[in-house]
């Protein structure tokens, strides 16, 4: 059956201090008394950087005899299991896993540990919150919360953190949770929003026989991670391979075509934060040489033509994006993203910049000032 779901919005009633904090004090008042619970999850969540929406369907079990907290949430990709002390980040594409200890990675971010830490945040910071008139699933009846984390404007455009919830009021559990933000990326003028949207059913609270996680054994067939090999980047004073790249109409270019140019290689894709964070100066280059012998070639292997396009708008990228394909990433050795080739007028190397900082900007920016002397 399709869940139904109706938001009366249309009648908000600002809730006191008191009684909004009832609700979520509740909340956490319940799950800490909870010794194991297993649950089923959805989740739908948009990048920070493009339009793409993602969605997950899990198998969710969290337990914390002792005080000694373990989970284990299955997801349609990947697993991750944490004993208490190492989280073990399972693959299935490739039957291989990685060990962390750090416990709030993966899966955590999408799960109901997540959420009762953003209300117990919420409570601490003594901020405001909105009672809406009770939400109605299924003909069965919610407590309707929304609450915000952070509203004001910043130059000129609203930067905000705005959770909604859904509370079983007599499970005191929660049903739905929704996030919604908009902001920018520290020190830039790069805009974002993030959204995510998850569905939290059939709880089955301190069952006779929990699973213990800290004896869990992993399937034979999985094996560790290799960790990647380092292949060092080009050096200083080699010839540009000549692989073709590929305009976004599939044109094909030759690099050699741009010779007697200083020429800035950005490798990137759309998810990468440090990808964004290099735009604003980017385009800064890109205005201040534009009438010099000077070309910024920035090289998207991994996203659709329709997908690039969108984010190059989104983003107001003033300079031009190339396709290409895996051979070039390998001859460029392109591990990791954003990466940098400053190369000068001959078509040889002048340097290399892997990722992307302030301090690497203004490095940049005084090479290409010697460069385009």
Known sequence: MKTKIYLFSTLILLMSASAYAQILERVLTNFNKIQS????????????????????TLKNVVNKQNGNLTYRFI?????????????????????????SSNSESGHYYESLLYVINRI???????????????????????????????D???????????LTLLVDKNTNLPYYYRNNSKGFIDGTNTYITAFDEYRFTDYLVNPKQAEDLTKLLLPTYFI??????????????????????????????????????????????????HCVNAIETLNAFQERYKKADFEIVTVNHSDSKEAILKYDKRFD?????????????????????????????DGKINSAYSGFSAKIGDAMAQELKQLLQ
């Open 37 to 56: 619970v297993s649950y089923n999850s959805t989740s739908v969540n948009k990048d920070f950087f493009d339009d793409i929406y993602h969605s997950d």
């Open 120 to 150: 117990e945040g919420f409570l601490k910071k003594g901020k405001k919150a909105i009672q809406l008139k009770d939400s109605v699933v299924n003909d069965k009846s919610y407590a309707h919360l929304r609450l915000a984390m952070m």
């Open 75 to 99: 997801g349609k990709k990947s697993e991750n299991i944490y004993d208490g002390g190492k989280l073990f980040s399972l693959q299935f594409s490739d039957s291989t896993y990685r060990i």
């Open 317 to 345: 990228i003033k300079y031009a994006t190339y396709k290409c394909d895996a051979t070039m990433l390998k001859q460029y050795s392109v591990q990791s993203f954003p990466l940098f080739y400053l190369v000068d007028r």
């Open 224 to 273: 560790l991670e290799k960790p990647k090999v380092f292949v060092p980047l080009l050096a200083k004073g080699t010839v540009l391979p000549e692989i073709p790249i590929y305009n976004l109409d599939g044109e094909k270019i030759q690099l050699s075509a741009f010779k007697g140019k200083v020429l800035l290689i950005n490798f990137t894709l759309n998810g990468c934060p």
């Open 152 to 162: 004001t404007i910043v130059k000129n455009k609203p930067v905000f953190t705005h």
